[in-house]
């Protein structure tokens, strides 16, 4: 059974530090899938990994892929306010996009 | 486009009652996906479709039917409502890996089950 296992789910942050959430999983899978949920919103696509050793960047986010240790990263630099939100990571089962297992998600909450 | 459209946004059902979830999407995805959210569960997956007139079952299927029809349509339904289905549903569609693998994700139905 593909289990996903984030952590920290509680995340304070003031603005302006760095942090990284950390994404594990108990199967061999090539791909990825970060995303953003605000209060009561559906989910919004961050980055999907597709392969080891892969990273990606957008903004104050990176979010990086290595399948040997079945560990990926979401890195925060600089945090400001806006990112406050859920983020939630997801694995392929069998390959397939359609059928993803995912973690039960960290609440990011920064602070001025 | 629209993308992925559900219906209704909100219901609220009593224990026993049945209804049907709706979801439709315009981007010609062939995979389809309906997921639960609870407090502190993530999503889960109940049933998926990888094509019209294809279905199987997901992590949590009991108590749920699919059925697809249409490329378009993937309606989600709840056979005898429990409270055990309140949650919050999302449907998801998604075009054949290796060509996007990004999944499309609709506004989701808030169900609540007294």
């Known amino acids: 059974e593909l289990k996903v296992e984030q952590n920290p789910l509680f995340l304070s942050m003031q603005e302006g530090k760095n942090y990284t959430i950390y994404c594990n999983y108990s199967?061999?899978?090539?791909?990825l899938y970060w995303y953003r949920q605000d209060p009561g919103k559906s989910l919004e696509s961050l980055f999907v990994l597709l392969s080891n050793g892969a990273v990606k960047q957008e903004g104050r986010l990176m979010a990086s892929l290595d399948t040997k240790a079945r560990l990926s990263t979401l890195h925060i630099t600089a945090a400001v306010h806006d990112l406050s939100a859920t983020y939630f990571c997801a694995v392929d089962r069998g390959g397939s996009n359609y059928k993803l297992t995912f973690g039960k998600g960290t609440l990011l909450t920064v602070n001025p | 486009n629209a993308g992925v459209t559900q219906t209704p946004k909100f219901q609220v059902l009593k224990t026993g009652q049945s209804m049907t979830l709706q979801c439709a999407q315009d981007?010609?995805?062939?995979?389809m996906s309906w997921y639960r959210q609870d407090p502190g569960m993530g999503l889960r997956l109940i049933h998926y479709?990888?094509?019209?007139?294809?279905?199987d079952q997901g992590e949590v299927p009991n108590g749920y039917n699919v059925s697809r029809s249409t490329t378009e349509d993937f309606p989600l339904r709840l056979l005898s409502a429990a409270p055990s289905q309140t949650s919050v549903y999302f449907c998801?569609?998604?075009?054949?890996?290796?060509?996007?693998?990004?999944?499309?994700f609709g506004p989701g139905t808030r169900l609540t089950v007294t």
């Open positions: 199967t061999t899978s090539d791909r």
């Open positions: 998801a569609s998604s075009y054949s890996t290796g060509v996007s693998y990004e999944q499309y």
């Open positions: 981007m010609n995805h062939e995979y």
């Open positions: 479709s990888v094509g019209a007139g294809i279905t």
